[in-house]
C-alpha cells in the first residue's frame, strides 16, 4: 500500500546470505519494520529500526537504513531452509496519522 | 498470554449479506488494527483504535465497512451487502508502547459467493 516497493522474488543456496531490500514513502515515519509471513501462518514480527538509525544488527539480522534514499534493507547472514517465506517491510507513517503501510511482499525460495 | 485470537477463522457468505468478525487483542495492548490481506499482496491497512477511540481510518475504506472498540477491548469489523471484491483475509494485530510492535492474530478467511 501507498508505494511501498519491494523486489517479489529472491532464490538463494542455504548458507548464503539473502538481502532483501524496500524502498519506502514517507521520511517521517518513526519506525521501519521487517515481518515474516510463512505458508499458513500469521505474520511474525523480525525486526525494526528507529530512523534516526543507519543500520542494526540482531543475531543473523542486519537492517541497513538510507533515510536520504528512503532505502531499507534486510540481510540474512546463513541462510536457511527454514527461512523460506514473505518478507516484508513496514512503515509506521507519521504523515497520515501512524496509519501502517506494508510493501507487498518478497517470497524467500532457499536451495538446499 | 494467549496472544491476539480472531473468530471465524472462516466465513464464507452470499453477496448482499453483512458479516461481523471479532478480535480479542493482547491484554493491556492500548492500540488495535484492522488489516485486509488478498493473494500476492501485503497486508492493506484499514483502520486503527487507540483504547476504544478508533483514530485512523484508510480513505480507501468503503463506506460499507464499519469497525467497533466498544470498552477498549475486544474489537468488532463489520462489512454490510458484502460483495465479491470483499473477498480477503481479515487480519487483526495489536500493539503498546513506543516502538508499536505489532502482534498479529491468525486471520478470517472471508469468502463472498
Given at each position: 500500500g501507498e508505494d511501498v516497493e519491494q523486489s517479489l522474488f529472491l532464490s538463494v543456496r542455504e548458507g548464503d546470505s539473502s538481502v532483501i531490500n524496500c524502498t519506502y514513502t514517507?521520511?517521517?515515519?518513526?519506525y521501519l519494520y521487517w515481518y515474516k509471513q510463512e505458508p499458513g501462518a500469521g505474520l511474525q514480527l523480525l525486526t525494526y529500526i528507529f530512523s534516526n538509525m543507519d543500520m542494526k544488527q540482531d543475531q543473523r539480522l542486519t537492517v541497513l537504513l538510507n533515510k536520504k534514499d528512503k532505502h531499507l534493507s534486510l540481510r540474512i547472514a546463513?541462510?536457511?531452509?527454514?527461512?523460506?517465506a514473505i518478507y516484508f517491510c513496514a512503515e509506521d507513517q507519521a504523515s497520515t496519522g501512524n496509519q501502517f503501510y506494508f510493501g507487498t511482499g518478497t517470497s524467500l525460495t532457499v536451495i538446499p | 498470554d494467549t496472544g491476539v485470537s480472531q473468530n471465524p477463522r472462516h466465513k464464507i457468505t452470499k453477496r448482499g449479506q453483512n458479516v461481523t468478525f471479532r478480535c480479542d487483542p493482547i491484554?493491556?495492548?492500548n492500540r488495535l488494527y484492522w488489516y485486509r490481506q488478498t493473494l500476492g499482496q501485503g497486508p492493506e491497512f484499514l483502520t486503527y483504535f487507540q483504547n476504544e477511540a478508533q483514530l485512523e481510518k484508510s480513505?480507501?475504506?468503503?463506506?460499507?465497512f464499519s469497525a467497533e472498540r466498544p470498552k477498549g477491548s475486544f474489537s468488532t469489523l463489520e462489512i454490510q451487502?458484502?460483495?465479491?471484491?470483499?473477498?480477503a483475509m481479515y487480519l487483526c494485530a495489536s500493539s503498546r508502547g513506543a516502538y508499536n510492535e505489532q502482534f498479529f492474530g491468525p486471520g478470517t478467511r472471508l469468502t463472498v459467493l
Amino acid at each position: 500500500g501507498e508505494d511501498v516497493e519491494q523486489s517479489l522474488f529472491l532464490s538463494v543456496r542455504e548458507g548464503d546470505s539473502s538481502v532483501i531490500n524496500c524502498t519506502y514513502t514517507d521520511s517521517s515515519s518513526t519506525y521501519l519494520y521487517w515481518y515474516k509471513q510463512e505458508p499458513g501462518a500469521g505474520l511474525q514480527l523480525l525486526t525494526y529500526i528507529f530512523s534516526n538509525m543507519d543500520m542494526k544488527q540482531d543475531q543473523r539480522l542486519t537492517v541497513l537504513l538510507n533515510k536520504k534514499d528512503k532505502h531499507l534493507s534486510l540481510r540474512i547472514a546463513d541462510t536457511q531452509t527454514g527461512d523460506s517465506a514473505i518478507y516484508f517491510c513496514a512503515e509506521d507513517q507519521a504523515s497520515t496519522g501512524n496509519q501502517f503501510y506494508f510493501g507487498t511482499g518478497t517470497s524467500l525460495t532457499v536451495i538446499p | 498470554d494467549t496472544g491476539v485470537s480472531q473468530n471465524p477463522r472462516h466465513k464464507i457468505t452470499k453477496r448482499g449479506q453483512n458479516v461481523t468478525f471479532r478480535c480479542d487483542p493482547i491484554s493491556e495492548h492500548n492500540r488495535l488494527y484492522w488489516y485486509r490481506q488478498t493473494l500476492g499482496q501485503g497486508p492493506e491497512f484499514l483502520t486503527y483504535f487507540q483504547n476504544e477511540a478508533q483514530l485512523e481510518k484508510s480513505r480507501l475504506l468503503s463506506d460499507r465497512f464499519s469497525a467497533e472498540r466498544p470498552k477498549g477491548s475486544f474489537s468488532t469489523l463489520e462489512i454490510q451487502r458484502t460483495e465479491q471484491g470483499d473477498s480477503a483475509m481479515y487480519l487483526c494485530a495489536s500493539s503498546r508502547g513506543a516502538y508499536n510492535e505489532q502482534f498479529f492474530g491468525p486471520g478470517t478467511r472471508l469468502t463472498v459467493l
